[in-house]
């Protein structure tokens, strides 16, 4: 269930850049035939930077499927990619930078090994302890 939505949110990542890559593609073409001078030559560096960010953000959403193409249904002794920390108030899924997600009634922070608590999480085991902005937790099951 997690993963799948880490799937879909990286999916929609991806084909919101591509739209826009296709919508700003339009519009140049649009402005090639309409405009002329100083206009013409601004609009087309506006468009190019609007067409450098969707690109940024398409090559952001396909890293994020190459980082959850790593996940395998193998279960760890460690927290690590793919694993789903539980602790006495949280459940933690480290995979991609997503947040907070409520899915079935419950919360998960959906966040990526490199982030601050994913590093401070990284290879702990079951019951051991961590302490993440001044709060003290520890970890009840890993799956």
């Given at each position: 269930?997690?993963?799948?939505?880490?799937?879909?949110?990286?999916?929609?990542?991806?084909?919101?850049?591509?739209?826009?890559?296709?919508?700003?593609?339009?519009?140049?073409?649009?402005?090639?035939?309409?405009?002329a001078?100083?206009?013409?030559?601004?609009?087309?560096?506006?468009m190019?930077?609007?067409?450098?960010?969707?690109?940024?953000?398409l090559?952001?959403g396909?890293?994020?499927?190459?980082?959850?193409?790593?996940?395998?249904?193998?279960?760890?002794?460690?927290?690590g990619?793919?694993?789903?920390?539980?602790?006495r108030?949280?459940?933690?899924?480290?995979?991609?930078?997503?947040?907070?997600?409520?899915?079935?009634?419950?919360?998960?922070?959906?966040?990526?090994?490199?982030?601050?608590?994913?590093?401070?999480?990284?290879?702990?085991?079951?019951?051991?302890?961590?302490?993440?902005?001044g709060?003290?937790?520890?970890?009840?099951?890993?799956?």
């Open positions: 269930m997690l993963l799948a939505y880490c799937h879909t949110f990286a999916d929609h990542r991806i084909a919101s850049a591509r739209q826009a890559m296709n919508d700003i593609q339009q519009s140049a073409n649009q402005e090639e035939k309409s405009s001078g100083d206009k013409y030559e601004t609009g087309r560096a506006m190019q930077l609007e067409r450098d960010k969707a690109a940024r953000q090559e952001e396909l890293k994020l499927k190459q980082t959850l193409s790593q996940i395998t249904d193998q279960r760890m002794n460690r927290a990619l793919g694993s789903l920390v539980i602790t108030s949280k459940f933690i899924f480290l995979a991609i930078g997503i947040g907070k997600v409520k899915l079935d009634d419950v919360e998960y922070l959906i966040i990526a090994p490199q982030s601050p608590l994913g590093k401070v999480v990284a290879n702990k085991t079951v019951d051991e302890t961590f302490v993440f902005n709060e003290s937790e520890m970890i009840s099951k890993i799956l």
